[in-house]
């Protein structure tokens, strides 16, 4: 359990599918049902790590539709809603509203790039046009483009906007949200390797994409940071880290992917332009794996 105020660890889920390239509803259900029992404190559809971008629009609210109604209201349920078109945005916000969503994830419109004030009137519309919670999503590396600490801080005043994942591994700008924001504005890490430095800092979380392999260890991690056990949380970020460089040896989530397959989950299938993980990989991940203390099959 994580204090009160603290989000912990919530998994980015991958998308299963089947060989022909289908949702693959039974593996995503059991995902679903693993993640809880080994302790996950929220679950993220649909975004980078859930090959969102490849989706048909039906196809991302069958996904985050089959996450709530197998979740059964156990854990928060984060639907992934962003787009470079706010109006897209803002539909695809009451759609997951619809499916049942508890909080949405927006990530900074990609390839646009827009100036800060454009990210700031992107977003202001986008909580404006939907009465859930929303997490703001800064990944540089995938959006051409980096939401400052001002420009974060600006839009953390929105009532509605209540938190940020901040994946541009500037561990002074992150610091400097954690410092300024106001009280009840969470700061999760969005990258796995800086979860101990960002909760020591006084960060509220992760969204993870290593807890898709090792959500008991990645959960722990959480708890042990914001329960102030430092020397604990060390020893769980420095047994994961192999993990951690394993699980980005590619684009997310090709190596993510190919890891549930080795844990006998699901099948190895991303979809183009995506490829499956480079065998001379294997080995590295399989080891990784095995000293974060997965069960491989």
């Not at 009840?184 to 898709?212: E, H, P, W």
């Not at 590295?284 to 000293?291: M, P």
Request: net charge neutral; charged share 20%.
């Amino acid at each position: 359990m994580m204090p009160s105020g603290q989000m912990g660890c919530g998994t980015a889920l991958v998308t299963p599918f089947t060989r022909g390239g289908d949702v693959d509803e039974r593996a995503l259900r059991a995902l679903v049902d693993w993640q809880i029992a080994e302790g996950i404190h929220f679950l993220v559809p649909c975004g980078s790590t859930g090959e969102a971008a490849t989706m048909t629009p039906a196809e991302h609210r069958r996904v985050v539709e089959i996450v709530v109604e197998q979740t059964r209201k156990r854990v928060p349920v984060v639907a992934g809603a962003g787009s470079n078109d706010t109006r897209k945005a803002i539909e695809m916000s009451r759609e997951m509203k619809a499916a049942g969503a508890d909080m949405l994830l927006h990530v900074s419109p990609m390839y646009n790039k827009p100036p800060q004030r454009g990210i700031v009137a992107h977003f202001h519309a986008v909580a404006e046009a939907t009465d859930l919670p929303i997490i703001v999503y800064n990944v540089p590396g995938r959006t051409g483009s980096n939401i400052e600490a001002k420009t974060t801080l600006e839009l953390a005043k929105h009532e509605r906007i209540i938190a940020v994942k901040e994946a541009s591994g500037n561990l002074g700008q992150i610091m400097e949200i954690v410092r300024e924001a106001p009280k009840g504005f969470q700061v999760l890490s969005g990258d796995d390797a800086l979860t101990l430095a960002v909760m020591a800092g006084g960060g509220s979380g992760i969204i993870s994409v290593v807890s898709n392999l090792a959500p008991r260890a990645m959960s722990r991690l959480a708890e042990a940071c914001a329960e102030g056990r430092i020397s604990e949380a060390r020893e769980l970020h420095l047994r994961l880290m192999p993990l951690m460089s394993a699980a980005f040896i590619e684009s997310n989530p090709i190596p993510v992917k190919a890891g549930m397959a080795m844990l006998g989950r699901m099948e190895n299938v991303v979809r183009l332009p995506l490829v499956p993980l480079d065998p001379k990989h294997e080995g590295a991940l399989r080891s990784a794996l095995t000293a974060a203390g997965a069960e491989l099959r």
